[in-house]
Nanobody, 114 residues
């Protein structure tokens, strides 16, 4: 299974970006999918995640601004990010769990300027 993240870039504060994670396996086969981020000097943290058959969960600071969605036909996991803040600057990684296996995408840089 391979996960390919895309959609990062440079945006001004208050702007929006949409990240997309293309999976080589069927999205429906994953038990859990999510987006993590890691800023310089910080640990990797979960931003948003969704388990099969469950509602999405969000890190407190992104609630109301970010939306995670699984698209079965396109076989992608997307993260719509609105009202971006400089503190959202990080490398964003998509993540998936299938049974006892975990998979990570390669990361995409998001930079929010003030």
């Amino acid at each position: 299974v391979q996960l390919q993240a895309s959609g990062g870039g440079l945006v001004q504060a208050g702007g929006s970006l949409r990240l997309s994670c293309a999976a080589s396996g069927r999205i429906l086969s994953f038990d859990y999918m999510g987006w993590f981020r890691q800023a310089p000097g910080n640990e990797r943290e979960l931003v948003a995640g969704v388990a099969s058959g469950s509602s999405a969960k969000y890190e407190e600071s992104v609630k109301g601004r970010f939306t995670i969605s699984r698209h079965h036909r396109a076989n992608t996991l997307d993260l719509q990010m609105n009202s971006l803040k400089p503190e959202d600057t990080a490398v964003y990684y998509c993540y998936a769990v299938q049974g006892n296996f975990e998979y990570w995408g390669q990361g995409t840089q998001v930079t929010v300027s003030s």
